[in-house]
């Protein structure tokens, strides 16, 4: 695996691998890498095929954080990082400073998400999808990926990044990766090591909220109020968890449901102390 920091070093190189008939897949991340990570680089290189060349990219990326988020002390380690990638079989790192990818300062052009951005995480994180529509937009035109990997976990994400490709037609077919979780059910986070042990041990119940909430699905209800609050009931069972929010949501709208059905999506945020974390799941399993 070779590592690069510059855009330039980073064009060339992909050049040179299509150039030799490469398929570029790409997997965007913030660093810190864990496993759900990792089954990124699997996912991508399994859609891209024989000819594979995988692209990570490391960027803790500062449009994306807004005032008074944890954008100093968000874990960074890049010598791990590239161990971890380097055994999964990444072929190209590129891990830049922000210098490099935004020389200007901010950047004057962005890319400015509807109303779909100011729904559940988005109505705590105001900016916080333009920022990452901004950076994976500059990704896509600097690598030039075939396809790129997503994480359900991040659901709103992956599903405004599948917007931004189909309305703005860029030709990158866009991976799902599943939530990869602890083997007690916590979804793998890079935020995970901030967490007490106490903490800890309390963010079990977002998951285990979000399978009450499934359970019941597949005993046949489909009143998203009943599902809500079963979901709800173990979230208030644990008084460490601070719910931001919880919903139940069509995958493609995002709008609330009116009648749940397998492929509507129960979403939450939660902080545990000061660190806040994400998680879903889709009801149909
Ligand atoms: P991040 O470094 O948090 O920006 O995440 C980079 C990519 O990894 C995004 O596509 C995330 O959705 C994905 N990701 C993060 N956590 C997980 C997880 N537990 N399972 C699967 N994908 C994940």
Sequence with gaps: MR?????????????????????????????YLHQGHLSLVDAARAAAGPQAFIVMSLFVNPLQFGAGEDLERYPRDLPRDAALAAGRGVDLLFAPTVDQMYPAG???????PGDMADRLCGAFRPGHFRGVLTVVAKLFNLVGPDLAAFGRK???????VRRMVRELDFPVEIVMGPTAREADGLALSS???????????????????????????????????HLLTAARDVLDAEPRVKL????????ESLDPVQTADARSVMALAAYLGPTRLIDNVVLGG
Excluded at 154 to 160: R, T
Excluded at 244 to 251: A, C, H, R
């Design 154 to 160: 991040d659901f709103q994400q992956a599903v405004l």
């Design 191 to 225: 935020r995970n090591i901030y967490l007490a042990p106490a903490d800890r041990e309390a963010a079990l119940a977002l998951f285990r909220a979000l399978s009450a909430a499934r359970d019941v699905f597949a005993l046949g209800q489909t009143d998203p109020g």
């Design 244 to 251: 931001q929010y919880l919903e139940l949501v069509d995958p």
């Design 106 to 112: 901010e950047p004057q052009v962005q890319v400015v």
């Design 3 to 31: 590592t690069v920091t510059t855009r330039s070093e980073l064009r060339a190189a992909v050049a040179a691998a299509r150039g030799r008939g490469a398929r570029i897949g790409l997997v965007p991340t913030m660093g």
